[in-house]
């Protein structure tokens, strides 16, 4: 009698070979072993492997599953971004300010670009802070599939959570940039009313669209590795394109709709409305949502399409 470990029921069974085996050494006769490793088999398969059949792919269940992964990939990213820096999480705060400064001095002072009756270094720091985050979070959440190539081939998780936590792991740098703002807010005698409320769902529809462009740009990465090339050429001219050195009503009128087609460029004037307590232009602000919604669905859909071919490309 030989005992053999279940593998499938985690069980122990005990097999009786003497029937199988005439002499010490002597293999079983096909047939026989056959039968008996038919035998062994369980009644039921114990798990079926499927693929992905387009929406229904999507199977959020997973994901929910799967949250602690999303929160140790998050936070390895950000141990990750500062590790063996001198200034460490000052970065998050110099970068922003730096360019404002620079903006300020071109741009406020020798431009002469206007700001709406507004201090220019806070007014150009208002559209900063959407932007840098919304920049960050693109060019790290886009490389992301390709830096973890070793855990995708190797084991199995929802792929979506890759890009997911890239991005939020630009949370953290946004919310010390946050804290810079009101800092200056202060400085300048910016004084917040109820509005400043609209900052937390302006937020979060920032993070979500950059989400959509980021997954998008991550499966498209993995396909074709011009996307690192042609990235952040894309996104210089898309910040220029953004009402983020100069206010809408700076452009000509015949031209605003182009404008309004940036979904960026909606999200940026809430948070200035918000920060100034001015009135919001909610036509903007919902044109922006709308896009953001339709542009996440296409990049999910997207994303779950290319997912099955992201083991042998990578």
Known sequence: MTRVRGETEGV??????APHIAAFGEAPHPTQAAKSA????????????ESGRGWVGLDLPDLWAHRDLLYLLLLRDVKVRYKQTALGVAWAVLQPLLTMVVFTAI????????????????FVFAGLLPWTFFNQAV??????????????TKVYFPRLVIPVAAVGAGLVDFAIAGVILFVMALYYGVRFSLSGLMLIPLALLTTLFAIAVGMWMSALNVKYRDVRYALPFALQ??????????PVSFIPARWRWLIGLNPLS???????SAIFSRP???????????????VLLCALFEFR???REFADLI
């Open 266 to 272: 909606g999200i940026i004037q809430g948070f200035r």
């Open 305 to 307: 399409r290319m997912e």
């Open 139 to 152: 060019t790290n959440s886009s490389n992301s599939l390709v830096g973890n190539a070793g855990l995708i």
């Open 107 to 122: 741009f406020g002072r020798l431009a002469n670009v206007p700001s709406e009756g507004q201090p220019y270094p806070i």
């Open 12 to 17: 122990v069974r005990a097999v009786d070979e």
């Open 38 to 49: 038919a035998a062994d088999l369980p009644a039921r398969p114990v798990f079926t492997i």
């Open 280 to 294: 919001f232009d909610w036509f903007a602000i919902g044109l922006s949502t709308v896009m953001t919604v339709g």
């Open 237 to 246: 001219i898309w910040m220029y394109v953004t009402p983020i050195i100069y």
